[in-house]
């Protein structure tokens, strides 16, 4: 599996964007896919991740009712609507995809896109 992010991009405080990663090379039934996001000087923080098979969602805090992550079955691909974006959003997102392992932790991601920066302007 390969995952392709994409939908990044500068928008002031108080704004909206909508991520999207499409996955291609094989199957995602068994897969987890999550996002997460690093800003410069900072650790991989977990976002969102959705269970491919059946829908099942988990969030971090901080991002509960600003976040939405969701999929597209027929397209392959996991949406993140992100919502009343604040500066300390500013980071590069990632997708990755967790074979069979329902967690937050990047460590246990197996597959990973390359990344897309979101930028917030206060």
């Known amino acids: 599996v390969q995952l392709q992010a994409s939908g990044g991009g500068l928008v002031q405080a108080g704004g909206s964007l909508r991520l999207s990663c499409a996955a291609s090379g094989g199957s995602l039934s068994n897969y987890n896919m999550g996002w997460f996001r690093q800003a410069p000087g900072k650790e991989r923080e977990f976002v969102a991740a959705?269970?491919?098979?059946?829908?099942?969602?988990r969030y971090a805090d901080s991002m509960k009712g600003r976040f939405t992550i969701s999929r597209e079955i027929a397209k392959k691909s996991v949406l993140l609507q992100m919502n009343n974006l604040e500066p300390e959003d500013t980071a590069v997102y990632y997708c990755a995809a967790s074979r069979a392992v329902w967690t937050s932790r990047a460590s246990l991601y197996d597959v990973w896109g390359q990344g897309t920066q979101v930028t917030v302007s206060s």
């Open positions: 959705i269970k491919w098979a059946g829908g099942l969602t």
